[in-house]
C-alpha cells in the first residue's frame, strides 16, 4: 500500500456564513475550529450524537462528540451548525476515472464537490498520471487509488487496456508487474459478457490470487454469475466489485461466504429502473446535460427485473452479516448518493448504508485515517441540511464539503 497520497494540509479555513447560510472558507494556517450544534454521525453505525461538536486543527480531527462531552480550546473560532447535520465524506471503492492528469483532476474535484473523499479506480489505468495523482491528491479533490491494469481472458473488441492472459505464467507475471507498482488491489474479470467470449476460469485465477497473497495484496472481481461467485470464494477471492446478477444465490453460497468473513462485497446495483426526482442535479450541471440525463430518466421494466435479482442477494447477504461497501463503476462523480439510495431501496437500512459508504469503504481502500469522525482522523466531512438517517437521499442536501481540514469551493461545478 502506498500511503503518500495521505497529504497532510496545514490550514483551516475560517468559516464565514454567505448566502442562505452556508459556511464558507478562508482562514489562517494552523488555526482551531468548533463546528457545534450540529447532529453527529460518526459513521460506525452508532446513533448519531445530537448537539454534536467537531474540533479541527489543520487537517486533523481533535475532538468529536457531544457538547457535554467536548471540551473546546480557548481561542477556537466557532461555527454554529444548530440544523445541521455532520457526518464522513463518502467514498467510493469502484469508479474509471480520466487517464490524463487534467481528466483525472477535474474528475476527483467533481466528486469533491459532491461529497466524494476518496475514490478508487479498478483496473483501466494504463498511463502514469493514475500513480502520480495518488502520490500526490491535488487541492480540492478526492483521495486516489488505483488498481492499475486489471487481468482478463482476450475480449478483442473492449479495451485493450486489461493484461489478456491465456495461461497460469502470464497471469503470475502480471500480477508481478502490479505488485512492482504498488497498486492498492489487483482486480480480474471472470465474465463471458453474454457468451461474446470465453470467461478467466479457474485454473488461470486460482493461481492470480495466490501470487496476489504472497505479495500481500487483495484481489478484486467483476463477477455476474453464481457459479463464478462460489468458485471465486473457493479460490480465496477478497472482494466482489458486483453482486450476482444471473440468479437469486443460494444455500451453498451462503455456506461459502460464512466461511469467507473477510470478502468485501460492492454491490454497484445498476438502475432500479423507475423514474427518479433528479432535481437535485440541475443546479450543478449544465442545462444541456441535465436535460439529457431527464429524457432518459423513464421506466424500464427490464431493469427492474435485473435490479430486483440484486436487491435480493444484496438483502440476503447483508442480512448474514457480510462485510459490505459501496461501490459505483463508472465515471458519474454524483454516483454514490443514487447507489445508496439503491442500497435502502434493496433493504439496507439507511446508518447500514452510511457505514457501507464511510467506514467500511475506508477499511477496503485501507485508508486508516479515514471513514470515521473521530479524534486523529482526516477531517474529511460533509455538513447535511438534512439528517440521512431519516432519508437517505439526504445526503444530496449538501452545505458545505471539508476535505483534509480544508472548504471544498462549490460556487461554481469544476
Known amino acids: 500500500m502506498c500511503w503518500t497520497n495521505l497529504v497532510v494540509l496545514a490550514a483551516i479555513l475560517l468559516p464565514v456564513v454567505g448566502a442562505g447560510g452556508v459556511v464558507s472558507a478562508q482562514a489562517p494556517a494552523g488555526g482551531v475550529t468548533a463546528f457545534e450544534g450540529a447532529r453527529l454521525i460518526v459513521g460506525d453505525g452508532r446513533a448519531p450524537i445530537e448537539n454534536g461538536v467537531l474540533v479541527v486543527e489543520g487537517a486533523r480531527i481533535m475532538q468529536a462528540g457531544s457538547a457535554a462531552e467536548v471540551s473546546i480550546p480557548a481561542g477556537a473560532r466557532r461555527v454554529s451548525l444548530a440544523g445541521k447535520t455532520l457526518m464522513p465524506a463518502l ?10 492528469r487534467d481528466d483525472l483532476t477535474r474528475d476527483l474535484q467533481r466528486r469533491a464537490y459532491h461529497g466524494i473523499g476518496a475514490a478508487m479506480s479498478l483496473g483501466l489505468d494504463n498511463t502514469d498520471a493514475p500513480f502520480q495523482i495518488r502520490a500526490e491528491t491535488p487541492p480540492g479533490a478526492a483521495r486516489y487509488f488505483t488498481a492499475g491494469r486489471g487481468i482478463t481472458m482476450p475480449e478483442p473488441g473492449r479495451s485493450d487496456v486489461p493484461y489478456w492472459i ?11 508487474e502490479l505488485a512492482a507498482k504498488k497498486v492498492d488491489i489487483v482486480k480480474v474479470w471472470v465474465d463471458d459478457r453474454d457468451g461474446k467470449y470465453k470467461k478467466l476460469p479457474a485454473e488461470l485465477y486460482g493461481p492470480i490470487i495466490d501470487e496476489a497473497h504472497k505479495g500481500g495484496f487483495r484481489v478484486t472481481a467483476h463477477i455476474f454469475a453464481l457459479s463464478d461467485a462460489k468458485g471465486l470464494l473457493r479460490a480465496g477471492i477478497d472482494g466482489f466489485a458486483h ?4 440468479r437469486d444465490v443460494d444455500d451453498e453460497f451462503m ?13 454497484n446495483m445498476g438502475s432500479r429502473g423507475v423514474k427518479t426526482d433528479l432535481a437535485w442535479l440541475k443546479a450543478s450541471l449544465p442545462a444541456a ?9 423513464t421506466d424500464q421494466p427490464q431493469a427492474q427485473t435485473a435490479f430486483g435479482i440484486q436487491a435480493r442477494n444484496l438483502a440476503e447477504m447483508n442480512a448474514a ?9 463508472g465515471n458519474t462523480p454524483w454516483a454514490p448518493h443514487v447507489e445508496m439510495e439503491d442500497m435502502v431501496a434493496a433493504g439496507m437500512t439507511p446508518m447500514q448504508v452510511i457505514v457501507a459508504s464511510t467506514r467500511n469503504a475506508a477499511e ?37 464539503v471539508y476535505l483534509r481540514g480544508v472548504a471544498v469551493n462549490r460556487a461554481t461545478y469544476p
Do not use: C, Y
Request: charged share 25%; glycine share 8%.
Open 166 to 176: 491465456t495461461t497460469e505464467a502470464e497471469g503470475r507475471k502480471a500480477v508481478q
Open 364 to 400: 477496503f481502500l485501507r485508508i486508516p485515517d479515514m471513514g470515521t469522525l473521530e479524534r486523529g482522523k482526516s477531517a474529511d466531512f460533509i455538513v447535511l441540511d438534512a439528517n440521512p438517517v431519516d432519508n437517505i437521499t439526504n445526503t444530496r442536501r449538501i452545505a458545505s
Open 91 to 100: 467514498i467510493d471503492t469502484h469508479t474509471h476515472l480520466g487517464l490524463t
Open 289 to 297: 446535460e441535465w436535460a439529457k440525463l431527464e429524457a432518459g430518466n
Open 321 to 329: 452479516g457480510a462485510r459490505i461497501a459501496t461501490g459505483t463503476d
Open 255 to 267: 455456506t461459502l461466504l460464512k466461511r469467507h468473513p473477510n470478502l468485501v462485497l460492492t454491490p
Open 243 to 246: 453482486g450476482v446478477r444471473d
